[in-house]
């Protein structure tokens, strides 16, 4: 068989926040063969394993084909779109009406790649008045983003493509990717002899084998090492004084505190040779440019938000911010995290930070007579009752519900938990984009074309919630007959009627996306309606970075729109000078505010602090949800597409093996305070004793030709509890719960 550059079409993988750009050839709906885009600005050409294996996803044989309603019984039947639309609308309507809008709880929004339907949600949810919302991020970047928020009030990215030393705390580039072409940068940090690597994981990962320094501290212990590696910078005068002094404010108090850290006692805590540790610092301090980047090993363990606030020191204390191969502010397409959305969860009091609850508490925020509980929940693309800590506490939350819709491609764990399903499209069949645009000094944005046609009974997002949001009446059909006037001209004539409208009619404002979409929408290339809300985030982006627009060669943000709807590989949206790195800093004197009364304390706490939290009937430390090769986030359902540990083995020592009698490809049991399940061992010198992994991706079910029902593996969170998380983000210590291991017997189900 032979093909042409014109059997190519471009899109982008899914699997993780990097999104790289690939060509697929698709046959019969099937993509029949993939490979890297050479024309995505981004990527480059570059894609890994993972992104090969995604008609597993595309084709999963359990995709829905119609909306589903909960039986009295339990169990699921068929039903037409007006009537699913009609009933969710009228359901949501009396929970709203009954007990007020903010009793109705917004889980998702996309997952790696599928952020453009969330953002549609929003007009129907304010239509409401529910505004309180969760998503993965919260089990993650929360308590890095309240440090942020502080410190200079964006998220940074390093520049690691050009970083003389780059530093990984708790991440593992190699396998979990996240910044542009990782593999190939690694590689060649790893052969230049004059840049170094500095990997701060109790696992010798593959990032960690290519390191010049790998500082393997015992699990739950990053906290102790990143204060003495910051405490060597303050005692041994390695410090840029010059930047400190001229865009940092809050010098002196975190520099008091670090120099009474004493730097041998907490390397022997950490269990990292304080040698090494001292050799780290001065590599940071004596290199032109430095990088950093935190992850889940540290953000969902103990003290990840101190630990959020400590390894930014490595960088600021060195001055390595607005300089080539540094650490860098960036533009934003779309926010991730509400801006100014902090307060507290109505029942529980737990913190939300840039709009976003904890994950870990919704079943609290259910599971309760308080008059504040919530009452209703609607869930996109997104699996809570597998992704979340303790779920037998979410499906218990589900059940208490009084009304619950989840929308989402497959009858996942958290859809059997609804009284309504809606099917969406996949991925590749509607318009998609990622608002994970995070790199600088140049960023890119992607916009999707479709692929092939929804499958039959499917509807993208976007039409699903713009057909939701029509069942509540909120906006009169005759206010957008000048909008779709003006659309049929030209964006010049939409965005003078568009700003005549919305002057005369603020409410219109409050449902931006649904009114983008019936107006703008219509007359837009076939199959990019969906694309209509980025002409609003155009718009925006152009006036908040109008120089690095225009530098990017978009004139204003009708340009950019266009050039966004004809990038079918993506763009290039803002291109940055590193000077433009202070003009980012949200402060008024566009200086770094380094000081956190609340972190040096918890620094100075340290101290006396456990550094265990282990006991003896839960010896081990398991991190639940490790990647690996062939694991990725669960919207991949197929086992087949595993080509090795398709059992999801549990990593252990040799030295835990031996004194557990536990054999290689023999079975063990892992027991924890929240569940007990067994799984394969691996015996692998990439554990330390008494630390153990099970993969992310496994234990969700799956049917296969047969008919027969698969849950490989274990899900992880049978394991976890939600009780166990950060003080000031509520993130889960998924990655360090204290377990027992014990050889199995016999071979049972997976998880009780």
């Not at 690939?22 to 490979?35: A, G, K, Y």
């Not at 099970?694 to 047969?706: R, T």
Request: aromatic share 8%; charged share 20%; hydrophobic share 40%.
């Amino acid at each position: 068989m032979t093909d042409t550059d014109t059997d190519w079409q471009p899109t982008a993988c899914i699997l993780c926040e990097c999104n790289c750009g690939i060509v697929v050839h698709v046959d019969d709906r099937r993509l029949l063969r993939i490979r890297g885009d050479k024309d995505h600005p981004a990527s480059r050409g570059y894609t890994c394993n993972k992104a090969l294996r995604l008609d597993h996803y595309q084709n999963n044989p359990n995709r829905l084909t119609s909306p589903m309603r909960r039986r009295p019984d339990g169990s699921y039947e068929e039903i037409d779109w007006e009537t699913a639309i009609s009933e969710i609308g009228a359901g949501f309507r009396a929970i709203a009406d009954t007990y007020g809008g903010d009793k109705i709880l917004y889980y998702g929004g996309g997952g790696q790649g599928n952020h453009l339907g969330g953002a549609y949600s929003g007009a129907f949810l304010k239509a409401l008045g529910s505004y309180h919302r969760s998503n993965a991020l919260a089990q993650e970047k929360t308590g890095e983003h309240w440090v942020d928020a502080h410190l200079y009030g964006n998220h940074t990215r390093g520049e690691f493509e050009y970083a003389e030393v780059s530093v990984f705390v708790g991440k593992n580039p190699w396998m979990s990717q996240s910044f542009p072409r990782a593999r190939v940068v690694l590689n060649d940090i790893a052969k230049d002899p004059a840049r170094s690597m500095i990997v701060i994981d109790p696992v010798l990962t593959d990032t960690a084998k290519m390191a010049d320094f790998h500082l393997r501290v015992r699990p739950g212990t990053d906290a102790w090492c990143l204060a003495s590696l910051a405490a060597v910078l303050v005692q041994e005068n390695l410090c840029d004084e010059g930047f400190l002094a001229e865009h940092v404010t809050g010098v002196d108090a975190v520099r008091e505190v670090f120099a009474e850290v004493p730097v041998d006692e907490y390397a022997r805590r950490c269990g990292v040779d304080q040698d090494l540790i001292r050799a780290a610092a001065r590599r940071i301090a004596a290199a032109d440019s430095a990088a950093v980047f935190e992850d889940l090993g540290v953000q969902q363990s103990p003290n990840s938000t101190l630990c959020s606030y400590l390894n930014k020191m490595l960088w600021i204390l060195t001055g390595n911010f607005a300089k080539r191969g540094g650490q860098h502010l960036h533009s934003s397409f779309a926010p991730l995290f509400r801006p100014g959305g902090v307060g507290r969860t109505p029942v529980t009091g737990a913190p939300i930070i840039g709009g976003l609850m904890p994950s870990n508490v919704v079943p609290e925020e259910i599971l309760t007579d308080h008059p504040d509980r919530f009452r209703a929940m609607i869930v996109e693309s997104s699996n809570p009752a597998h992704s979340v800590a303790d779920s037998d506490a979410v499906r218990r939350a589900f059940a208490a519900l009084e009304f619950s819709v989840v929308i989402d491609v497959a009858m996942t764990e958290t859809a059997r938990l609804a009284h309504y399903v809606l099917p969406a499209a996949s991925q590749f069949e509607k318009a998609e984009a990622t608002f994970f645009n995070l790199e600088f000094p140049h960023n890119t944005f992607h916009l999707r074309h479709r692929l092939m046609e929804p499958l039959p009974g499917t509807l993208p997002e976007p039409e699903i919630w713009a057909r939701l949001t029509r069942a509540l009446g909120v906006v009169d059909d005759a206010e957008l007959t000048p909008l779709r006037q003006a659309a049929r001209q030209s964006l010049a004539a939409f965005t003078e009627a568009f700003l005549t409208a919305v002057g005369a009619n603020p409410g219109l404002g409050k449902v931006l996306p649904f009114v983008l979409y019936e107006t703008l929408g219509p007359t837009l290339p076939e199959g990019l309606s969906g694309a209509a809300a980025l002409w609003g985030l155009a718009q925006k982006a152009a006036m908040t970075y109008p120089e690095a627009v225009r530098r990017a060669g978009h004139r204003d943000g009708n340009a950019l729109f266009e050039a966004i709807l004809d990038g079918r590989s993506g763009v290039t949206f803002t291109v940055h000078d590193y000077e433009d790195d202070f003009s980012l800093i949200s402060h008024p004197d566009r200086r770094i505010a380094l000081e956190m009364p609340e972190m040096l304390a918890d620094i100075r706490a340290l101290a006396d602090a456990p550094a265990g939290l282990t006991t003896h009937e839960f010896p081990i430390v398991l991190s639940a949800g490790e990647r690996r090769a062939y694991t990725a986030n669960d919207i991949i359902r197929d086992p087949s597409w595993r080509k090795r540990d398709a059992d999801g083995a549990l990593r252990v020592s040799p030295a835990d093996a031996e004194a557990l009698g536990l054999v290689d490809g023999g079975r063990a049991r892992i027991t924890t305070a929240a569940g007990s399940a067994e799984a394969t061992v691996e015996i692998s010198d990439a554990m330390l004793p008494g630390h153990a992994s099970l993969p992310n991706g496994f234990g969700v079910d799956f049917v296969d030709a047969n008919g027969g029902a698969v849950v490989p593996g274990v899900a992880p969170n049978a394991l976890t509890w939600s009780s166990w998380r950060d003080a000031y983000a509520g993130t889960p210590w998924h990655k360090h719960v204290p377990a027992r291991i014990e050889k199995a017997d016999h071979r049972v189900g997976a998880a009780t």
